[in-house]
């Protein structure tokens, strides 16, 4: 059993920056990716991006490309998720997931296995 606890997030003004930790906690992470999804009220849940475990290889939601990057540090078993230039589009609730196989359709949440209890980020205009 893989437990995600995540840090960060809070309010900010548009144009500023945030970042986000997720830490698996209970035993050394060896599943096969990592991700940050984010979900606006009244809006499903949207994939934001990704990172493979082993390989740190990336994906990203459009809307962030440019302006978030996901990193991973193995030793710490934590990943993260860097803000910038942060819009009041991106107001939502940003929730960690991991995934313990491969999976072709990595932006659905059906692709991950274990979900953080989620931080709010709010970017003011």
């Known amino acids: 059993q893989v437990q995600l606890v995540e840090s960060g997030g809070g309010l900010v003004q548009a144009g500023g920056s945030l970042r986000l930790s997720c830490a698996a906690s209970?035993?050394?992470?060896?599943?096969?990716?990592m991700g940050w999804f984010r979900q606006a009220p009244g809006k499903e849940r949207e994939f934001v991006a990704r990172?493979?475990?082993?390989?740190?290889?990336?994906r990203y939601a459009y809307s962030v490309v440019g302006r978030f990057t996901i990193s991973r540090d193995t030793c710490k078993n934590t990943m993260y998720l860097q803000m910038n230039s942060l819009k009041p589009e991106d107001t939502a609730v940003y929730y960690c997931?991991?995934?313990?196989?491969?999976?072709?359709?990595?932006?659905?949440?059906?692709?991950?296995?274990?979900w953080g209890q989620g931080p709010q980020v709010a970017a003011s205009s």
């Open positions: 997931a991991a995934s313990s196989y491969y999976r072709s359709s990595y932006y659905e949440p059906s692709a991950f296995d274990y």
């Open positions: 209970g035993r050394t992470f060896t599943g096969y990716a």
């Open positions: 990172i493979s475990w082993r390989l740190g290889s990336t």
